[in-house]
């Protein structure tokens, strides 16, 4: 089965600052990957994914992520951190013996202060 | 607008009751899910249907049941046989088959405190 291990249950950073989160996964088969972000209480909602058409993925909100096969890494940057980036991010990879279901990392809380 | 709307928002229920939880999607979409959050480790997967009639298995789902009846709606039962359920719910749904690199969208989520 798939998996994705996000190192750093808990990243923090000052207004300004770079953001990396880190996020590995495994995977037999070329993965569709995938980032969330998900604030208290809510639902989840999606930052990005990578399918293939090309490894520096853009999304909303000025964050992007790189695709590197030979780490087998997808993690997500943002070169200016703002204080409405708090929340937290969960690392997603699509896994074909559940169907088109993902399978989600545990979690890095980002935290951005002034 | 589309989306998903999960209910009730927050639950509380007494050991040993069974419970639903509602979730209707007017996306039109084939592929539906739930998840299961609690802190620190992540949406775990309890059941997903790729179509209506038809559901399977995820990684916990012990004590938990759902059914496919309509495309719309997805509920998730949980049992008595839970044996610790008290968590954050979410359901999901997706065009499935018919887009395997689509994204999944997500409700607002159920809280379910078992007393």
């Known amino acids: 089965a798939q998996s994705v291990t996000q190192l750093g249950s808990h990243v923090s950073v000052s207004e300004g600052a770079l953001v990396l989160l880190r996020c590995n996964y495994s995977?037999?088969?070329?993965?569709?990957l995938f980032w969330y972000v998900q604030y208290p209480n809510q639902g989840l909602q999606l930052l990005l994914k990578?399918?293939?058409?090309?490894?520096l993925v853009k999304g909303i909100n000025g964050f992007e992520a790189e695709f590197k096969k030979s780490e087998t890494s997808f993690h997500l940057t943002k070169p200016s951190a703002h204080m409405s980036d708090a929340a937290e991010y969960f690392c997603?990879?699509?896994?074909?013996?559940?169907?088109?279901?993902?399978?989600f990392g545990k979690g890095t809380t980002l935290s951005v202060s002034s | 607008d589309g989306g998903i709307t999960q209910s009730p928002k927050y639950l509380f229920r007494k050991e040993g009751q069974n419970v639903t939880l509602s979730c209707e999607q007017n996306?039109?979409?084939?592929?539906m899910y739930w998840y299961r959050q609690d802190p620190g480790q992540g949406l775990r997967l309890i059941y997903y249907?790729?179509?209506?009639?038809?559901?399977q298995k995820g990684d916990i789902a012990e004590g938990y049941s759902v059914s496919r009846e309509k495309k719309e709606s997805f509920p998730l039962t949980v049992t008595s046989a839970q044996k610790n359920p008290t968590a954050f719910y979410l359901c999901?749904?997706?065009?499935?088959?018919?887009?395997?690199?689509?994204?999944?969208?997500f409700g607002e989520g159920s809280r379910l405190t078992v007393l």
């Open positions: 999901a749904s997706s065009k499935g088959r018919e887009r395997p690199d689509g994204e999944l969208f």
């Open positions: 995977s037999s088969v070329p993965p569709y």
């Open positions: 990578y399918t293939s058409a090309a490894t």
């Open positions: 997603a990879v699509s896994d074909p013996q559940a169907g088109t279901a993902l399978i």
């Open positions: 996306l039109n979409h084939d592929a």
């Open positions: 249907s790729q179509i209506v009639n038809d559901f």
